[in-house]
């Protein structure tokens, strides 16, 4: 059981250049979200998903699409990255939106845009 | 949108007990409030979470008073291991909604030997 793991742990991209994160559960939980944190400061939210096939903007959602093709994966994309979205990215997992248990968070990735 | 407010730092020494408080005056009827913490480089950890008066676990005690407009987080004798960011979050639990992901700035904890 290796709960939320997010692929890659670093990368680095040019201005413009496209990417995408992905963040695996293996807790069948139904909802998936991303967050970004910059240094500094708290995490806020991009999207998240509640179940296969969903998406939903959260705080922070402009210049990223996500997509949830299977329940246990969801992913994070930069069609044309900037400077201002060096930051880390976390995913979570969590059963029910607000259950006792809360959300599961994965390592990160830390992206740098050049 | 239930707003937390949290003091941004507090120092304390091996062997303490730390009190983290957090403000939240506009709390609604069916919000909880839930604490994670985080150690650099890594995602957040669930520490614990409580409606109303007290609620403990193995690792951390939370104290919410009768009106419930505040909230104490409670680590009891730290160690140089407790040494990390805590947040604060309140949100309703029954239903679905992004307000109780709102996560802040949280409180720099640093443990001194």
């Known amino acids: 059981n290796a709960g939320v793991t997010q692929t890659p742990k670093f990368r680095v991209l040019k201005t413009g250049q496209s990417m995408t994160l992905l963040c695996a559960q293996d807790?069948?939980?139904?909802?998936m979200y991303w967050y970004r944190q910059d240094p500094g400061m708290g995490l806020r939210l991009i999207h998240y998903s509640v179940g296969e096939g969903t998406t939903a903007k959260g705080e922070v959602p402009d210049g990223y699409n996500v997509s949830r093709l299977k329940k246990q994966n969801f992913l994070l994309g930069l069609e044309s990255a900037a400077p201002s979205q060096t930051s880390v990215y976390f995913c979570a997992s969590s059963t029910i939106a607000g259950e006792r248990d809360t959300q599961y968070f994965g390592p990160g990735t830390r992206l740098t845009v050049l | 949108l239930a707003k937390t407010t949290q003091p941004i730092s507090m120092d304390s020494y091996e062997g303490q007990e730390v009190n983290i408080t957090c403000s939240h005056n506009n709390i609604a009827t069916n919000d909880y409030i839930t604490w994670y913490q985080q150690f650099p480089s890594q995602g957040p950890r669930f520490i614990i979470q409580g409606y109303k008066t007290k609620v403990t676990n193995e690792v951390a005690s939370l104290f919410i008073p009768a009106d419930r407009k505040s909230s104490t987080l409670s680590l009891p004798r730290v160690s140089l291991s407790d040494t990390a960011v805590y947040y604060c979050l309140v949100g309703d639990m029954g239903a679905y909604n992004t307000d109780k992901l709102i996560f802040g700035t949280g409180t720099r904890l640093q443990v001194f030997p």
């Open positions: 807790m069948n939980h139904e909802y």
